[in-house]
C-alpha cells in the first residue's frame, strides 16, 4: 500500500494573498509600462508622474544612449550567445571594465549580467570555509543569497551598529578570515551606510571592505563614484559593486577592487562563468551613460537639489521619511492594506510610486518609496507634492497644515 506523501505544490495551493488585494482593486505590484519618456509613464491607458523608477540620471531615453544601443545592434547583433568565460566576450566588454576601473579608482574591473548575480557571485566566491561575514541586517537580498550559497560563515550586525559590529568582530578568532560587507546607500530607507567606522573597524580588526554600490555610484560622490567617495574614502575600500540598471539605463552589474582579487572571482565565480554574457547593446548603453555622466555634471547637481526639495516638501507636509540623504525617500505609511490603499489613491491622483511591506520592512511600517530622476521639471515635483498632500489628508495621515495626524514609525 502506497504511503501518503506531501505535495511539493501545497504552498502554491495555499498562497491566496495577491488574489485577495487584487480583488479589492489594491494590487500595485507588476503594472505594465505601456509608454515612457522616464518621468512620465502610461499605465493602464492613464498618463502618470513616475516617482518610483531609479533611473536617477535620466538617460533611460536620452537619444545619445538610444543611438549608442542601435549601433552596438547592428554592429554585433543581439546577444553574444555564449559565457565571457568562452565565446561572449567583445572588445567593448573589456572597453567598460577598463572604463569602469578607471572611473572608480581602482585596478580591475569584472562585469556580471545582473546586478544581482554580481553580489551573489562574488561574495560566495570570495568568502569561503574558515572565512567569517559580517553583514548588515538591511542589506540587499543579493548581499544576503551570497551569503547563503557562500561557505563562509556568516554573521549578521544590526543595521549601521557599529558597537554590535565590534562586539561580533571581538568574538571571531584572530586568524580567520574576515570581510564586511554592507550596502553603501540602503534602498528602503535612502540612507548611507556609515563608511569611516566601517572602514576603521576593518583596519583595526585585519578584515576586508565591500560595499554594495548599486544605489550609489551614478548618484552621489564626487562626479558619481559613489558612497565612500562622499567621505573621500574610495581608496581605503577594498571592493565596491554596482549595477547598470539604475543610473547607467541598462542591465547588467561590476565588482572593482585589487587586479589579482578580480582576476580570482573572474575565473572562479559561478555566475560569471556559467551566465551569457551582458548582449551588446546593454554594453554600448553604460559606456554612453557612463561618458554623459562624466561630461554633464549637472545631472548630479540637478539630482542633489531635487533630492533636497522632495525631501524637505514631504517633511514640511507633515510626512514621516526617516533620514533619507539621496534620491530614495520613503515616506512612511504603516500598516500593510493602509500602504496598498494609499498607493492605489496616489495613483488614481496621477503619482506612480513603489508600495513596500513586509519582509521588505518590519511588520507595521509598510511605506512607499519614493525616487527620483534628475529630469524630473519643478511642476512635476510640486504636481507630486500636491498628490502626497491630497491623500495624506484622505487617509489621515497629515493635516492641513502640515501636521503629523499619527504617531511617526521610528526608522528599523
Partial sequence: MALPTA????????FTKADEVKALGLYPYFKPLEATDGTVVTIEGRRVVMAGSNNYLGLTNDPRVLEAARAAILKYGTGCTGSRYLNGTLDIHLELEEKLATFMRKEACVLFSTGYQTNEGSIQTIASRNDVIFSDKDNHACIVVGTQVSTAKTVRY???D???LRMLLEREAPDAGKIIISDGVFSMSGTLAKIPELI?????????LYLDDAHAVGVIGEQGRGSASTFDMLDQVDLISGTFSKSFASLGGFLVGERKVIEFIRHNSPAHIFSASMPPANV???LKALEILQEEPWRLHRLEEISDYMRNGLRALGFNVWTSQTPIIPVMIGEM?????FWRDLFEAGVYVNAVIPPAVPNGQSLVRTSYSATHTNDQLDFILEA???????????DSNGKALVEAQPQP
Avoid: S
Avoid at 7 to 14: E, L, S, T, V
Avoid at 200 to 208: D, N, V
Fill in 158 to 160: 544590526r543595521h549601521n
Fill in 284 to 286: 554600448a548603453t553604460v
Fill in 7 to 14: 505535495d511539493i505544490f501545497q504552498k502554491a495551493y495555499d
Fill in 337 to 341: 492594506m493602509d500602504c496598498f490603499r
Fill in 162 to 164: 557599529m558597537a554590535h
Fill in 200 to 208: 576603521a573597524l576593518a583596519k583595526e580588526f585585519g578584515a576586508r
Fill in 388 to 398: 502626497f498632500k491630497k491623500v495624506g489628508i484622505q487617509h489621515g495621515l497629515i
